[in-house]
């Protein structure tokens, strides 16, 4: 009987409180990491909603673009500010030109949209937003925008007249000096309704005591008409050149056309080259050539 008694006798005191601290770890670690994993989601869950709100505001970037609108028939004047961080152009939808601006405010880490509808007045300041006027307020299309000092956009050329494609990167982080990493997502866009300028080049042969100035391996990337005007840098005037554009020299004009056949007022050496003018007045000069007229000056 004595031995079963003690057989019954159960846990002591001591046993029991040793299974309940180690049952409360067991099940504060397990809580602790449920809840890192839970925070864990939830940043995760950000950053991939960041991203996708990123990823509407790129395409919206580039829908815009691709509708440039230059303000003057075939100049490329429809971008108006080219910064890093800062863009302005000249867009058109359902006929209507109006003028748009993405800009980033960097300590507020969000990327800025605004519009201004016709009749289109001056452009805003540097601060983004800058509600001046005739400047909607805007709107933010992105948030947790983290470039710093990274440009958002990149431009293929200094020259706004010349800038043909349009690059734009943001780097997204929603929980930055911490994981996950920031991301970055990028486009970039051909400005297809952008005239571009042409390129001038050409041919300088000797025919007797005259140069036979040949221009028609020049081009124009729109596959437009150029018009074409030959120089000598030792002509002064501009005799048997008709009226001349505005932005050409005005000054050293021997002829024009695409074939040019040019004699001399003097033999000897020539310096002579070419000026290529598009439908737009957009105008490249070819580098200059040196032919040597024979005919008693030294050559």
């Keep these: 009987m004595r031995r079963i008694a003690r057989e019954e006798s159960g846990f002591s005191l001591i046993e029991l409180l040793v299974v309940i601290s180690l049952s409360g770890i067991v099940m504060g670690a397990t809580l602790t990491t449920f809840t890192q994993f839970e925070q864990t989601n939830v940043v995760h869950q950000r950053q991939t909603d960041a991203q996708e709100q990123v990823r509407t505001a790129l395409a919206g970037v580039a829908r815009e673009l691709r509708n440039l609108a230059s303000p003057t028939p075939e100049r490329p004047l429809a971008i108006e500010r080219n910064e890093p961080a800062d863009v302005i152009f000249q867009s058109v939808t359902n006929s209507t030109v109006r003028r748009v601006r993405y800009c980033l405010d960097t300590a507020g880490k969000r990327l800025w949209r605004q519009l201004q509808l016709a009749p289109l007045t001056a452009l805003p300041g540097t601060s983004c937003p800058d509600p001046s006027s005739g400047w909607s307020a805007g709107r933010v299309v992105a948030a947790n925008v983290v470039n710093g000092a990274r440009p958002v956009f990149d431009y293929n050329s200094t020259i ?77 005037g501009i005799a048997g050149c008709p009226v001349l554009p505005q932005d050409l020299p005005q000054s050293g004009c021997v002829g024009a056309g695409i074939v040019f056949n040019y004699t001399p007022p003097a033999p000897g050496p020539r310096s002579v080259y070419l000026i290529v003018v598009d439908p737009g007045e957009l105008t490249d000069q070819a580098a200059t050539q040196s032919v040597c007229v024979p005919g008693g000056g030294p050559c």
Excluded: C, M
């Excluded at 690059?167 to 970055?184: F, H, I, Y």
């Design 160 to 236: 706004r007249t010349a800038i043909t494609e349009v690059g734009t990167t943001l780097w997204v982080d929603v929980n930055p000096g911490a994981p996950p990493l920031e991301t970055s997502l990028q486009t970039s866009v051909f400005l297809r309704n952008q005239n571009r300028s042409p390129v001038a080049v050409f041919t300088a042969s000797l025919s007797g005591t005259s140069i036979v100035l040949n221009g028609s391996s020049s081009d124009d990337p729109e596959g437009r008409a150029l018009r074409y005007y030959w120089y000598d840098t030792a002509v002064t």
